[in-house]
């Protein structure tokens, strides 16, 4: 079975400044996504990023950025200039490739990260 | 315009109750979830329907039923409430079930059983 873990409970940045997330993930499977929850106060869930096992190329989207490391099975979160507006618990999350029964996010057990003004 | 939505937001009811948690998706998708997170923020899948037909369920107690009527729409039905029951509910969908397609979370139910 899949899991994935988020070893960092709580996090904390001070605005304009860079934080790092981590996620380690475990798998047997060669074709999966992996995505960067944000769950903010108003608890919606909102998407981060994703990333695609199958392309080595590290996914961005504006400020967020990821490091997948597919053979250590790493899947970090990079937010650069960080904003009183990412303060929110992050959440990793994995999804397996062969739709179906399978097509469930698997999620860590989040990280809250605070931003220092 | 709300992609997912679900009503009702909140939910306080007494042990024993039986209680329903509306979805409803305007995205046009064919797939639609329920998630819990747990007391501790932890997520996890309970149900996925895709086209009116269940394909994923969980090991949830069978006091949980889940509905859905027609592709735009998934209900949760809870029996006999129990205070483990409290928790927040999500619902979602996406595209097909397919992995490339992202899932779109609704604003969540936050369920309180007393």
Same mark, same amino acid.
């Given at each position: 079975a899949q899991t994935v873990t988020q070893s960092q409970p709580e996090m904390s940045v001070q605005e304009a400044e860079t934080v790092t997330l981590s996620c380690t993930y475990d798998t047997s499977e060669s074709d999966y996504y992996l995505f960067w929850y944000k769950q903010p106060p108003s608890r919606q869930m +909102?998407?981060? +990023?994703?990333?695609?096992?199958?392309?080595?190329?590290?996914?961005?989207e504006n400020r967020f950025s990821v490091n997948f490391q597919k053979a250590a099975k790493s899947f970090s979160l990079k937010i650069s200039d960080s904003q009183l507006?990412?303060?929110?618990? $992050?959440?990793?999350? $994995?999804?397996? #490739?062969? #739709? #179906?029964?399978?097509?469930?996010? +698997?999620? #860590?057990?989040g990280t809250l990260l605070a931003v220092q003004p | 315009d709300t992609a997912v939505s679900q009503t009702p937001k909140y939910l306080v009811t007494q042990m024993g109750n039986d209680k329903s948690i509306k979805c409803e998706q305007n995205l046009g998708h064919d797939?639609? &979830?329920?998630? @819990?997170q747990d007391s501790k923020k932890f997520? @996890?899948?309970?149900? *996925?329907?895709?086209? @009116?037909?269940?394909?994923?369920?969980?090991?949830? %107690?069978?006091?949980? *039923? %889940?509905?859905?009527?027609? @592709?735009?729409? /998934?209900?949760?039905?809870i029996n006999s /409430?129990?205070?483990?029951? *409290?928790?927040? &509910?999500?619902?979602?969908? *996406?595209?097909? %079930?397919?992995?490339? &397609?992202?899932?779109?979370?609704? %604003?969540?139910?936050? /369920?309180t059983v007393t």
């Amino acid at each position: 079975a899949q899991t994935v873990t988020q070893s960092q409970p709580e996090m904390s940045v001070q605005e304009a400044e860079t934080v790092t997330l981590s996620c380690t993930y475990d798998t047997s499977e060669s074709d999966y996504y992996l995505f960067w929850y944000k769950q903010p106060p108003s608890r919606q869930m +909102i998407l981060v +990023i994703r990333q695609e096992a199958y392309k080595q190329q590290n996914a961005t989207e504006n400020r967020f950025s990821v490091n997948f490391q597919k053979a250590a099975k790493s899947f970090s979160l990079k937010i650069s200039d960080s904003q009183l507006g990412d303060a929110a618990m $992050y959440f990793c999350a $994995y999804r397996s #490739g062969y #739709g #179906g029964a399978t097509n469930k996010l +698997i999620f #860590g057990t989040g990280t809250l990260l605070a931003v220092q003004p | 315009d709300t992609a997912v939505s679900q009503t009702p937001k909140y939910l306080v009811t007494q042990m024993g109750n039986d209680k329903s948690i509306k979805c409803e998706q305007n995205l046009g998708h064919d797939t639609m &979830y329920w998630y @819990k997170q747990d007391s501790k923020k932890f997520l @996890k899948i309970m149900f *996925s329907y895709n086209n @009116k037909e269940l394909i994923i369920n969980e090991t949830v %107690p069978n006091r949980f *039923s %889940p509905k859905s009527p027609d @592709k735009a729409h /998934l209900n949760l039905h809870i029996n006999s /409430l129990e205070l483990g029951d *409290s928790a927040v &509910y999500f619902c979602a969908s *996406s595209e097909r %079930p397919g992995q490339q &397609y992202e899932q779109y979370f609704g %604003p969540g139910t936050r /369920l309180t059983v007393t």
